[in-house]
C-alpha cells in the first residue's frame, strides 16, 4: 500500500481521534475540570489541523479524483445526504473553531460558551460522519 493509499485510513483515525477528544473536553468542561477540557479541545483542534493537511494532500495526490460509492437504493441516498452535509458543515466548522478557541484563548469565557454551544454539535458532527463517510467508502461496500 502506497502512502496515498493509506491517506483516508490515516484520516479517519485522525477524526476518531478529534472524536474522541471532543468527547472528552465536552466530558471534562461539565464536570468543572477547566484545564483537562483545555487540553482536549485544543489537542482536537491539532488533529483537526493535520487532518485537514492531510485531507488536502490527499486531493492534490489523487488530482482531485473522488472515489464513487458502490452502494445502492436506500443506502446510496443516505450515504449522499449524510456527505453534503458533512461537506457543507465540514466549510462552516473552520470560522466557527477558530472563533470559539480565539475567545477563549482571550479569556471572554461568557462569549467563548455562547459560541461552543453551535461549534460544539456541528464539529462533532463533522467528525463523526467524517469516519462514517471513511466507512461507507473504503470499508462497508
Known amino acids: 500500500m502506497t ?5 483516508p485510513t490515516i484520516n479517519a483515525c485522525l477524526n476518531g481521534t478529534a472524536t474522541i477528544l471532543l468527547t472528552l ?3 471534562f468542561i461539565k464536570s468543572g475540570k477547566i ?4 487540553v482536549s479541545m485544543v ?3 491539532l488533529v483537526s489541523a493535520i487532518f485537514l493537511f492531510f485531507y488536502l494532500l490527499h486531493k492534490y495526490l489523487v488530482q482531485g479524483v473522488h472515489t464513487p460509492f ?10 449522499y445526504v449524510m456527505l453534503i452535509s458533512h461537506i457543507i458543515l465540514a466549510i462552516v466548522i473552520v470560522p466557527l473553531i477558530l472563533k470559539t478557541l480565539s475567545l477563549a484563548i482571550s479569556g471572554k469565557f ?3 460558551r ?5 461549534t460544539f454539535p456541528i464539529w462533532y458532527y463533522v467528525s463523526v460522519t467524517g469516519v462514517l463517510v471513511y466507512c461507507f467508502l473504503y470499508q462497508w461496500f
Open 3 to 7: 502512502f496515498t493509499e493509506a491517506l
Open 43 to 45: 489537542s482536537a483542534f
Open 25 to 27: 473536553g465536552f466530558i
Open 114 to 118: 455562547a459560541w461552543a454551544r453551535w
Open 70 to 79: 458502490a452502494g445502492e437504493g436506500f443506502w446510496k441516498s443516505f450515504y
Open 110 to 112: 461568557e462569549k467563548h
Open 35 to 38: 484545564f483537562p477540557h483545555r
